[in-house]
């Protein structure tokens, strides 16, 4: 069942090259921001797929630390863009 | 093998989705639309991918009744909650700044935010 | 362990025993001397004003030397060095750090070649 | 008790001033009189381990000290396969040399400072990290181990930054540590690529495995080259000084005096590398003479571009640089000369036991020079010569510390930088007469340059608006009379000093079998 | 100038950072005895699974404590830069 | 040459966070690039300890097999935190400038200089 | 085969963000790059099996580091080159 | 002392969830659970005033906790389904008709307002921009605006949803 | 200023879960990826999401910074002294004498892969929490001071 996982983890990788697109061609910082939460939850999905993909069930850990703490570059690029820090 | 069924249906749908919410990214015309596309059709699709893991965690587990496999839900069910959760907040936190900043919503209908806060 | 030992420096020596004999002796030559000048020195007479022909006695900063005044002749003669030196203090982070990255490039070149 | 003080003194050495600067925050709310209480307590505890420690290792040879270890002394695990694997500090007799160093300048400045910095803010912070310098001060010449001595570089470069920009007044301060921390940054990060290159060759972060491991290989050349020019530029040899001026004279004068010392332990971190790690697998003659470069410019640069300053500490600051060049000098003859015994007899242990000397009386002319400026920045409140003048009259003993210190730096009898120079010319005048020449000249214009800051200082009639100006405060005076009467002492008696302290260090220093020996046993 | 210059010092360091990877090989280290010793025989006698923090904590934890210690050097510096100044606080001496 | 891939990476990464120090004027620039330089350092020090086909070194419920080394992972966190702590004092360094200065530009940042 | 091509992937990435960090004037756009940046060396992390490097890596690289960044471009000026 | 203890319990189960299959009683081994008691303490002590900073215990009740899987299991994912196909559509046509609209309801919970607001920025299609402060009304970017909304002042939320009555399970869940 | 009401919402649900999970990896370090800084990290995020949610003036109130320094230099007083714990037994510094040893801390564990038991690892675990909370108390303090500093270039 596990040779399913990483051909999926490639493409999400590759998806993640799509989002610096946006991230270059952005004419607003919001737009930037956009990008990067975008490769945020990319990239927790990658995490979760080669946790499997490594048999490594502690490395999901990592995962949650991701989903949870790439919120707060997204919060402070909200508040400084919104003028309010 | 009906595991196996779910988790290639799961992995799909999320692939799909996450392409087509970098599709949407690239080919949108403003930020809020741009937004609408990824965050948050990029967080179902993972949220789908996790699924397809906590199936695979789910079925291993019956079939060898290894508490790893267990664990390994579990821990991927938290992680997919919490990608839900800081998403929804962080996509109205990035909508809020852009449009306090003076990003208009730029093909637009109509405005009722402007009227209220200029 | 001797206290006042010689200091071996290879060729020569220097004993401060010695030099300190020599300093006491000289002490008491100068001081022997000095007991034979004017004895009639008093503080606070005309005798410790300066005497500058009759004119009054500048202000006191008109007198004291400024610092960069002094070696004023050693830096006019080193002026070519000067102006190559000086302006390299930049005060630029980047060049600081090109200066050192330089440094590091030029001695990788030395070493690798010549060892 | 004794032998429990004296086995656990290298850890001691580190965890005193830990502790101090731990709790500094807290006893700090209390009163300012107990923090000074404290943090004097502190120090004089963390010397008298220092001595200890010291008189100790003279006196028996080089102790080690394994963290984490059943016994202190079990360097290799029995069933490891006779490989170091945990951290050792080594503390050999060159290692004990800048131990004592460090306390004695560091007690003699914190003496001074708490007079001097009385009226600031911010002091439990200053004194915290003041003692967080010292502890990174120990760390950096006591470690036996390649990424210990990193983090204690880090350790010490951080809280020099902090303190350099203590004086945040008007910016200058801050532009200053900003320069010297940017520098210092990549230069530590550079330092851990050297470390890594170390480790995936030999697998080991132990100074001594790896030395007797070095093949000295392209890769081994590589990383040769970029831990020495980072150490280098740590200590501020020419090209790389640019941060020492800035650092040195925007500094609180105590700090400057502690920078100088935090420089020479970049030095010592030169030469331990030079020396221990590689000795003579190198090709010697070709470092050498790198470092001897290094050295010679280091002193010409210095000396000249100090003659027109008209910032008295910025002045200093180049003499500092100037004199970092004598040691680097003095120890590059010793190392070109390495590995050929008759020549090593003759006159290359006599030329780095003149640069050694030259690292401690260095710290303390420089450190006395750096606190008699503070002092007299601390009643006329200008760094500037063009305003001073006339303060003879009444600072009378700072006046005498300052004659003391110029003589000593100028290399004039019977002050103590002039036997560690009479060293450093006739050994260097036996490997090259035209560096020694060039030795005596700077020296030459050293005493000039000195002179200049007397007069400008000192002499001359009393200046309007100076009339007022008292003498510097009692516990200033007697950290400066520490220092004083080390740099007279050291001067009056030299040889025993170079007997006692000196040559052990310098035959530490150049016996890499020794130091490989005590931490491995054996061969 | 100074660009040209630049350039040059950069192709030297580059050319020295690319021995790394010219003499190192990526996956197959040389020596690896210490790191086999902690694998064998971290978990027996620390009693942690996590060989990472035994080493961490255990047989470089003095390494661990001057990390500590840089983070709170850093702490008091930065509150050193944001002190509260008092009003008789003059420094300045261009 | 394929398997050096990270050591490459390395060589290239920490060039560009150097030159970025070199070559920028903002001081946040030669700040990000200082960082850069150090991720770099830290990648260098992680892919020393790789094994072809090693897992991590962690006993929880893995497979039996080879294990990557342990101390690089050790030396990579203490210099990590190490990164952090320089990244907040030369930022308040910078904020300190920016308030006495009026710039953030190292051209204008030399009032020492000679 | 897979994971090799994830990581030559990741590298190039890697290589590329930084680019971008070089290559951005706008202050704000080069801390995004730069957190991007943070993510995917930590994803190398992880792919070099250093899990403990990896969260510390996310935590403090990618969370903290850009959040006191962004403070300190609100506190200063946010384009390269701006004065006051 | 209620906001204690409802804290207290809520990261116990938190961290009995994280350490689960570690022992014999139950899931868990006795050290795990100790050890979950000391630091449940510490962190309720610590974050007692931000989880109850309204005061507010209606969501202490079990059957409402009950409630939430159920709805996001239920309707919500229905209706995320159904936006998300939407949604997909309209990226591949392109055909987008874009516009902010003011959206009442009548929840008036803080707690209630961030559940409504929250579900509906996850459903792809609308995008909650930004909130009146007193009144809890949401302003919410449509990428799809029926014709004729934009005249309106303001919609109900519950026409923002398809099939299921999303407000109405917010309002069972929250108050 | 502060953020949307939703925003503050969502921070005060989300600030006790990073503080548990943190604190998870802080306590699990020995048996999963993780440890004291990482943990600490975490917290500090946690902090960090409550501090940004929160105008300045708000979060002076709820986290202090006096409480956290005073935790920092409690952690590293914590460290120091179980390093010194050993010294009074006859080792060396640093010296794990828990492990092993049956008390607290003390199990030992079979070599090889098992799922893994909190109650091993001796000093290891201790000294986890001395630097998990010196590292939650350090960042957090950091982003204090800077923001402190941001509000001081507006008042004048």
């Known amino acids: 069942m596990i040779g399913y996982f990483s051909p999926v983890a490639f493409i999400l990788v590759a998806l993640v090259f799509l989002a610096m697109l946006r991230l270059v061609l952005g004419p607003t910082p919001a737009d930037r921001a956009v990008a990067v939460d975008t490769v945020n939850t990319l990239m927790v999905a990658v995490l979760i797929l080669l946790g499997v993909v490594y048999r490594q069930i502690i490395f999901i850990d990592v995962a949650i630390v991701y989903a949870l703490l790439s919120f707060v570059s997204t919060l402070f690029i909200a508040k400084y863009i919104g003028g309010e820090l | 093998m009906i595991a196996d069924i779910l988790i290639i249906a799961f992995l799909a749908v999320g692939t799909f989705f996450n392409t087509l919410g970098i599709v949407g990214l690239l080919r949108f015309p403003d930020v809020y639309t741009r937004m609408h596309a990824t965050t948050k059709m990029t967080t179902f699709g993972s949220v789908f991918t996790a699924l397809a893991v906590i199936i695979y965690g789910g079925a291993s587990w019956l079939g060898s009744m290894d508490t790893g496999y267990a664990i390994l839900s579990i821990h991927t069910l938290i992680a997919a909650v919490a990608l839900a959760f800081t998403n929804a907040l962080g996509s109205h936190a990035i909508a809020r700044g852009a449009h306090r900043s003076g990003i208009k919503p730029s093909p637009a209908v109509v405005d009722r935010l402007e009227e209220v806060q200029p | 362990m001797d206290l006042f030992a010689s200091l071996t420096t290879g060729t020569g020596f220097w004993n401060p025993l010695a030099w300190l004999i020599a300093v006491i002796a000289a002490t008491v030559i100068v001081y022997l001397i000095l007991q034979r000048g004017e004895p009639g020195y008093k503080k606070g007479t005309a005798q410790t004003t300066p005497f500058i022909s009759g004119n009054p006695e500048p202000g006191k900063e008109m007198v004291h030397v400024r610092a960069s005044n002094l070696y004023w002749g050693y830096l006019d003669a080193l002026k070519g060095y000067y102006d190559l030196v000086v302006p390299a203090h930049t005060g630029v982070v980047n060049d600081y750090v090109l200066w050192y990255l330089g440094v590091t490039a030029a001695l990788m070149i030395v070493v690798v070649v010549f060892i | 008790m004794n032998g429990f003080l004296v086995t656990h003194a290298p850890a001691l050495l580190i965890m005193l001033p830990l502790i101090g600067a731990f709790a500094a925050p807290f006893i700090g709310k209390v009163s300012p009189k107990v ?106 010449v006591s470690t036996g181990d390649l990424f210990n001595f990193f983090v204690f570089l880090e350790i010490l470069s951080i809280a020099s930054a902090g303190l350099i920009a203590y004086r945040i007044d008007g910016g200058l301060a801050v532009e200053a540590a900003l320069k010297y921390f940017v520098l210092s940054t990549i230069g530590a990060m550079v330092i851990l690529i050297a470390i890594g290159i170390y480790y995936g ?45 800035d ?139 063009n305003k001073m003048g006339g303060l003879g009259h009444s600072m009378k003993y700072t006046m005498i510390f300052f004659i003391i210190g110029a003589l000593a730096i100028a290399g004039i009898p019977p002050f103590n930088g002039f036997a560690s120079k009479l060293m450093i010319y006739e050994s260097v005048f036996a490997f090259n007469p035209v560096l020694a020449i060039i030795a005596m000249v700077v020296s030459i214009l050293t005493l000039a340059s000195f002179v200049k800051v007397f007069h400008s200082i000192f002499m001359g009639p009393k200046l309007p608006g100076y009339e007022t100006v008292q003498e510097a405060p009692v516990p200033m005076l007697i950290g400066m009379g520490v220092l004083a009467t080390i740099v007279i002492a050291f001067g009056l008696f030299p040889q025993a000093v170079v007997d006692g302290l000196i040559a052990p260090a310098a035959h530490a220093l150049a016996d890499q079998s020794g130091y490989i020996a005590a931490v491995l046993g054996g061969a | 100038m100074k660009r040209k210059l630049a350039l040059v010092i950069f192709i030297v360091l580059a050319g020295g950072l690319l021995l790394i990877p010219a003499l190192l090989d990526f996956g197959v280290p040389a020596f690896s005895d210490m790191d086999d010793y902690f694998l064998e025989h971290g978990q027996e006698q620390t009693a942690a699974n996590n060989i990472v923090t035994a080493v961490v904590f255990d047989y470089r934890g003095f390494d661990t404590l001057g990390e500590s210690v840089v983070l709170f050097t850093a702490v008091v510096g930065v509150g050193l830069m944001f002190r509260r100044m008092l009003k008789e606080e003059e420094y300045e001496d261009e | 040459m394929f398997w050096n891939l990270p050591f490459i990476a390395v060589v290239a990464l920490s060039l560009i966070g150097l030159a970025t120090v070199v070559t920028k004027k903002n001081l946040i620039k030669i700040f990000l690039g200082i960082n850069i330089f150090e991720a770099a350092v830290n990648l260098f020090l992680i892919s020393l300890g790789y094994r072809d086909g090693g897992i991590a070194p962690i006993f929880t419920s893995a497979p039996s097999t080879e294990m990557v080394m342990a101390t690089p992972q050790a030396l990579t966190l203490t210099s990590i935190v190490i990164g952090v702590a320089t990244s907040a004092l030369l930022l308040s360094f910078a904020v300190i400038i920016w308030k006495k200065y009026g710039t953030i530009d190292t051209d204008q940042i030399r009032r020492l200089r000679e | 085969m897979i994971e090799m091509l994830v990581h030559f992937l990741v590298i190039t990435g890697l290589i590329s963000s930084a680019l971008l960090v070089y290559w951005f004037r706008d202050l704000l756009a080069a801390t995004l790059a730069s957190g991007i940046f943070s993510f995917l060396i930590s994803l190398e992390f992880y792919i070099l099996q250093a899990p403990d490097v990896a969260i510390s890596q996310a935590a403090i690289g990618a969370g903290l580091t850009t959040a006191i960044f962004i403070v300190a471009i609100r506190a200063t000026s946010r384009y390269e080159g701006g004065g006051s | 002392m209620i906001a204690f203890c409802v804290t207290f319990l809520l990261v116990f189960c938190i961290y009995l969830l994280l350490t689960a299959g570690s022992g014999t009683i139950g899931f868990w081994s006795a050290s795990e659970l100790v050890a979950g008691a000391g630091l449940g303490i510490v962190v309720a002590g610590i974050t007692r005033k931000f989880l109850c900073r309204s005061d507010n215990y209606r969501m202490a009740n079990p059957l409402r906790l009950l409630l939430i899987p159920v709805y996001l299991l239920g309707p919500f994912l229905v209706e995320v389904t159904l936006a998300n196909i939407d949604v997909a559509g309209r990226v591949i046509t392109g055909r987008i008709r874009p516009g902010i609209i003011r959206v009442t309801s009548e929840l008036k919970t803080d707690l209630g307002i961030f559940m409504l607001a929250n579900s509906i920025t996850l459903t792809p299609g609308t995008i909650t921009v930004d909130i009146e402060e007193k009144g809890n009304d949401l302003f919410v970017h449509k990428i799809n605006i029926m014709p004729g909304d934009e005249q309106k002042e303001a919609v109900p939320a519950r026409e923002l949803f398809s099939i299921a009555d999303i407000p109405a399970w917010i309002r069972r869940i929250a108050e | 200023m502060r953020m949307s009401k939703l925003v503050r919402t ?81 080792y060396a510094f640093f010296a794990n004498v828990l492990a092993n040893s049956g008390s607290l801390f003390g199990l030992s564990v079979p070599f090889g892969p098992n799922p893994g038991e909190l109650n091993t690892a001796g000093l290891i675990p201790i000294m986890n929490f001395a630097v998990g909370i010196e590292v939650w108390g350090g960042l957090t303090i950091i982003l204090l001071y800077l923001l402190s500093g941001l509000k001081k270039e507006e008042g004048t």
């Open chain 4, 35 to 140: 923090r000074s209480a404290w943090v004097i307590l502190i120090m004089t505890l963390t010397t008298l381990t220092a001595l200890l420690l010291a008189s100790d290792v003279f006196m028996y040879g080089t102790r080690i000290y394994v963290f984490g270890a059943a016994a202190p002394d079990l360097a290799v695990p029995l069933d490891s396969g006779g490989i170091p694997i945990r951290i050792i500090f080594t503390v050999d007799a060159m290692s004990a040399l800048m131990q004592v160093i460090g306390a004695v300048c560091g007690f003699a400045v914190l003496l001074y400072s708490l007079s001097a910095d009385r009226i600031h803010s911010g002091l439990e912070s200053f004194y915290t990290l003041f003692l967080l310098m010292i502890a990174g001060i120990m760390g950096m």
């Open chain 4, 201 to 245: 060759e030999y697998n080991a972060l132990n100074i001594a495995l790896i030395a007797s491991r070095m093949q000295f290989t392209l890769l081994d050349q590589i990383a040769l080259v970029l831990i020495i020019t980072a150490l280098a530029m740590k200590c501020g040899s020419v090209p790389m000084h640019f941060w020492t001026p």
């Open chain 4, 247 to 385: 650092a040195y004279s925007m500094a609180p004068s105590s700090v400057t005096a502690m920078l100088v010392v935090a420089s020479q332990a970049s030095l010592y971190g030169l030469f331990r590398v030079v020396f221990t790690l590689y000795n003579v697998t190198l090709n010697a003659m070709t470092v050498g003479w790198i470092i001897i470069i290094l050295g010679v410019l280091s002193m010409v640069v210095g000396v000249t571009m100090a003659i027109p300053q008209k910032n008295v500490k910025r002045l200093m600051a180049y003499h500092a640089i100037s004199q970092t060049g004598y040691m680097l000098l003095g120890v590059g003859v010793g190392l070109a000369v390495l590995g050929n015994q008759p020549l090593m007899d003759s006159f290359g242990y006599i030329a780095m036991e003149g640069g050694i000397f030259h690292i401690i009386n260095h710290a303390m002319y420089k450190g006395l020079l750096f606190l008699t400026a503070g002092a007299i920045f601390f009643r006329i409140g200008t760094y500037n010569l």
């Open chain 9, 10 to 90: 969502g921070a005060d649900l989300l600030y006790p879960f990073a503080l548990i999970f943190g604190l998870y990896i802080v306590m699990h370090g020995h048996l999963t990826p993780g440890g004291g800084f990482q943990g600490g990290a975490v917290v500090a995020t946690g902090a960090a999401i409550v501090i940004v949610a929160w105008a300045y003036e708000d979060v002076a109130g709820m986290i202090r910074k006096v409480t956290m320094k005073a935790q920092e230099s409690a952690g590293l007083l914590l460290f120091i002294g179980s390093a010194a714990l050993a010294l009074g037994l006859g």
